[in-house]
């Protein structure tokens, strides 16, 4: 996978996740996949200190149902609205032409339109940097896994029961 | 100035009645702050953070920032993070190890216990330019432990802490007994908040079961989504559960909702709960595992089985969290998987993306927007607490008993709310005066 694609498939998921495409963006996760949100640090290991999402492609689902069909996700009503930027992508030396791991930065953009105070809260702007290791499925490229760093990890962080 | 009578028409406990302005008005923010803060025990860290010589960890007294550090001869202190120079803070990180704290505007050092020992061109000053300097960092006068918790209060007329917690502490105790040693330890990351609302509602809500069939009303769903099994909730009266006043603000609920917890998920605990049983006798053990409480200490801390969360005011209108994990020490063999459950318990609940946490800061900012309006007169002002307020009992120890999710824990704090704001009014204010050669008196 050269650069070209790599931003290809990245643009692709930012579009799904900012339209909240969310089960087709869970598409494409493989069966392996593994997202990690560090919090305070992201040299922790995930088993033994607390992330902000350390899931399984199961467990994403659950969100997902969570997000767009359980009605409940409460600190989503009204529901954000985001706008990612991507940059900087780089695409790490491989073995083999079945797996590619590459790095981005993320500008995420947030903001809960609709909402009475709605007028008083700006949008919000998230930097993070990821990672990515994608393998090929098929002749797909699915993700395996997925890690996104943020700039504010260890400082005070507002909801994010959106999907990041 | 708040008066007695003030006070007495703003908050009724035993009703269960809370006049909004408590939570809105600046003045009264600023009182909280002198009367309560400063005149009660507040919770700044675990003996775990600091548990070498020269470990220190930062903190917050109501608005004054402190240094929790540890000494050469591994006493405890509690300084003042302020240079008493100008008034710089001395520490800027959160925690670490360090034998001094310098002032990086003018130089002034201070060893870890506070005094101060480096003055920059200090043959410099004439003796009376000196004069009434203090040699040490202030030091917060009472600091005492229970069960490795660390408290401390600007009163030194305090009662002890142990008589502050009363019955608070056999809760305590099986908090700290889930340890196989008997120990608790605060690593694995803390979640970091600040939230648009008064420091009160988010005391209010960490005791309280009334408002998880509603507001976490997912946690069922998800129940019934994974097991394809119909989830219920049980009312007051069958869970045969109990909601305590401990007294001093303080408050319990012993829950159903939560006993998951005693299977520890879906890890293999067995080499655990025989550590335990080892330690603390079989029956104990059940105790301490079958036991589901939450528990408040007010007016800054709140425990879960895996989490300590304290709260900072900042202003009438803006508070911080900081939520800390607890971990088992780590023995090889023993505690590892368990230790990995735990996180998975407790980040599943909470942090920015969590199922149930950040609900309760939404609820938190709703709750302080529609206060706002409290100015206009002919609104009802009050704010209800007055779930089992007529159908209390007494426990053993003299506490208030009711059946489960009623605000009991609510009225309690504001009983305490009420004697301590009460007792401010009586001692006057707080002052520092200085006689004509400008020594503090």
Sequence with gaps: ?164 | MLTTADIDELVRPDLGRVHASVYTDPQIFHEEIRRIFYRTWNYVGHESEVAEAGDYKTAYVGLVPVIVARDEDRDLHVLVNRCVHRGPTVCQWESGNSSYFRCEYHGWTYRNDGRLVGVTLRNGYADAEFEGISQSLGRVPRVATYRGLIFACLDPGVESLEENLGIAKEYLDAWSDQSPTGNLVVTGGVWKRVYDGNWKLGLEGSAESYHARSLHKILGVMTEHRTGKPFRWTDSAQSGLANKDAGHGHAIIETLTEQTRTTMGDSDSSEYIAALNRRLGEERTREVLGRAFRLHLFPNVAFGPEHIRVFRPIAADRTEVRQYHVALPDIAGVTEETNRQRVRNHQQLYGPAGYVGEDDFEIFSRAQEGLGGNDWDQLNPWVWFSRGASRANRGPDGELVTEDQTETAQRAIYRAWVVLMQRGVESGRAGTPMNDRGVPA
């Design chain 1, 1 to 164: 996978m050269n650069r070209e694609e790599a931003e290809d498939f990245l643009y692709k998921e930012a579009r799904l996740l900012d339209d909240v495409a969310l089960k087709e963006w869970l598409d494409l996760a493989s069966e392996e996949f593994v997202y990690w949100i560090p919090v305070n640090d992201d040299m922790s290991d995930p088993k033994q200190h607390l992330s902000i999402i350390y899931e399984n492609k199961h467990e994403l689902s659950e969100r997902v149902f969570r997000i767009v069909d359980s009605g409940l996700n409460h600190a989503q009503d009204p529901p954000s609205k985001t706008t990612r930027f991507i940059s900087n992508v780089e695409v790490m030396p491989a073995d083999n032409e079945e797996e590619v791991e590459f790095r981005c930065n993320l500008l995420l953009c947030e903001y809960r339109p609709h909402g009475q105070r709605g007028h008083a809260l700006p949008a919000r702007q998230l930097a993070a940097r990821c990672r990515y290791r994608l393998h090929k499925q098929a002749g797909e490229w699915r993700m395996t896994q997925k890690i996104v760093a943020f700039l504010e990890m260890d400082g005070p962080l507002d909801g994010m029961t959106f999907l990041v």
